[in-house]
């Protein structure tokens, strides 16, 4: 393969990965404020109990809105607020996700606090919470499509005055949607089985806005919203909103944004000529060292990589994001392609540039590709492990490509060092029998 440099046009076609949060709330404001100032509309009950900004934060293991913040506190009978999405969904699923701690519930009934509304009094996936008795701290939990009532419900097996994490999850589909209840679910890997869930009643059109509402009679703490439409991006720790690429000095140059991170150490970048290449085994890790994450955050994180392993035009070739956490779970992502198409490349170089061998590792041939400027020329050579050298090469000004046939040597770690006039660099590369 040989590397095309300066003046090449990268065409991104990338296909959607992980999905913008439709709602990420951690309540960070000030402390005693009105949420109804912080992007929250009041819908019903103006004038009445305010949801205020409350102490303390809420905290659940490996949630990516763990302990940041503060909280919103609902108080009883009072003002209701709604949340709206930036356009509404009619397709797939949207979950809602929070942590709740609640000091007080009714037993007389089944009181809702959390739903998706579609327009006006038109509400769905309602999530509700009622008491076994007077003198009981027991409490179940319940979930209906359109009710106001639960369709299906948990037993009396959780507790006021405990953290939960909750996820309800509306699916729509052929036939009967489906609501459905996770209750502290497993947030190591792909989405569990849940708690309970529904498809008794009307469908949704579509769904707007998230709510939470405030009944006679229950009282507690909500935190940690996040509304999306993937259960990745909802619970799971890392949110990747955006992986792009463009063309910079002839290369391309990977982009990606997440919108949060939980304990992420980092990422590998993988590169295939086929769409499948990760399924099939066929794939180039491009970063042998790990690129650093940001750990814990939930403010967005930018992050770029220029590819300089050696590229063809006119070929097209697909890259992975895989973020490995300080648990060592791996969590894949992409992928995007990119077509280089040869554009306006001068003649000669106007800078010095070694890039990395391709294949690598590799048996027992490879291709180095650089670049000398012009009015210099250059040396490369390369040494194995020891210091030794097997081969010194003089080159002129301009891209240069050097096929290596390592046959006759041995298994192991090899350097390959250009130097010219104004420039030196050194890679290693391996070489596997």
Known sequence: MKKISYSILCLILFSQVNAI???????????????????????????????????????????????IGY??????????LSHSFDSSISSGSVYYSFMASFSGASYSSDNYIICFRVSGETYRARFFIKKESEESNNVRFGICKSSSIPSVTTSY?????????????????????????????????????????????????????????????????????????????????????????ICENGYPQLDWVTQSELENMGWYIFRSEAENGIEANDFLLLNETLIPGNGTTTQPSSYEFTDDFAITTGETYWYWLQSVSYSNELEMYGPVSVLVEEGDIPDVPVS???????????????????????????????????????????????????????????????????????????????LLR
Request: aromatic residues 12%; hydrophobic residues 30%.
């Open 21 to 67: 949060l439709l709602i990420n709330e951690n309540f960070d404001y000030v402390l005693g404020d009105d949420l109804a100032k912080y992007g929250w509309s009041v819908y019903s009950g103006s004038g009445t109990g305010e949801i205020l900004i409350s102490s303390p934060g809420l905290s659940y293991s490996n949630y990516a809105n763990s302990d």
């Open 71 to 80: 909280s919103a506190k609902i108080d009883g009978p009072g003002e209701d």
């Open 157 to 245: 097996d959780y507790s006021l005055n405990q953290v939960y994490l909750f996820v309800i999850k509306y699916t729509f589909q052929t036939g009967d949607d489906e609501v459905c209840l996770f209750i502290n679910p497993n947030l190591s890997g792909e989405e569990p089985d849940p708690i309970i869930s529904s498809t008794e009643g009307t469908d949704a059109t579509y769904l707007a806005e998230a709510c939470i509402r405030q009944e006679s009679g229950v009282y507690g703490l909500i935190d940690g919203i996040r509304v999306a439409q993937s259960w990745g991006d909802s619970p799971l720790p890392v949110t990747l909103s955006s992986f792009t690429g």
């Open 352 to 430: 010095s540039s070694l890039y990395q061998n391709y294949p690598n590792p590799f048996n027992p041939t490879t291709t180095i590709t650089f670049d000398i400027k012009e009015g210099d020329t250059g040396k490369l050579t390369i040494y194995n492990v020891l210091g030794q050298k097997v081969m010194e090469q003089e080159y002129p000004e301009g891209s240069q490509t050097l096929t290596w046939e390592a046959k006759d040597q041995a298994s192991g770690i090899y350097f390959y060092n250009l130097k010219t006039g104004s420039y030196a660099a050194t890679r290693k590369m391996l």
